[in-house]
């Protein structure tokens, strides 16, 4: 079980730089050229994007360098509000484009499209990974925290 969740959180780092690159060119678009306010949705996706690093550092790297900071119920909470976020921003980002055709638009109606359709990808990503630690925390497979070690004195 540990394989696969080391291949989904592979998988969504690699989604999510994906993201921050789509949402830093985007906001760049908005700003440089269009001369405009970069939208919210576009703020929220660099925000997720960056979230989802950290979360996915803390679930990978804690329990194997820092077992005394990892936590299974905390890593739940993270993989669940971080999918609540890719969930809210992917719903946002197709509420903004809407129906219209790319056709003569540019790349910036691309690049909108293509964060669209990678959120919900990092969704299903992180819904994945929530239902198999939720299985496995149900199981009591992931330690919760490390026993401190005795101090052997001097």
Known sequence: MTAYIHV????????????LALGAYWASFSTKILDIPT????SFLVFN???????????????RFSPRIFHSLVALGLEYITMLFWFADSVALAAAIGTVSCVGMGAWCHAWRAATVF????????LALA???T?????G?????AAPKPYVGA
């Open 135 to 139: 299985k496995e925390v149900l199981r």
């Open 49 to 63: 994007a960056i979230w989802s690093l950290l979360v996915i550092a803390y679930l990978g790297l804690a329990p």
């Open 119 to 126: 959120g919900f990808i990092n969704w299903l990503l992180f």
């Open 8 to 19: 989904i959180q592979i998988a969504a780092a690699a989604v999510s730089l994906v993201e």
């Open 141 to 145: 497979g992931r330690t919760t925290t």
């Open 131 to 133: 239902i198999i630690d």
């Open 39 to 42: 939208p919210s949705s576009i």
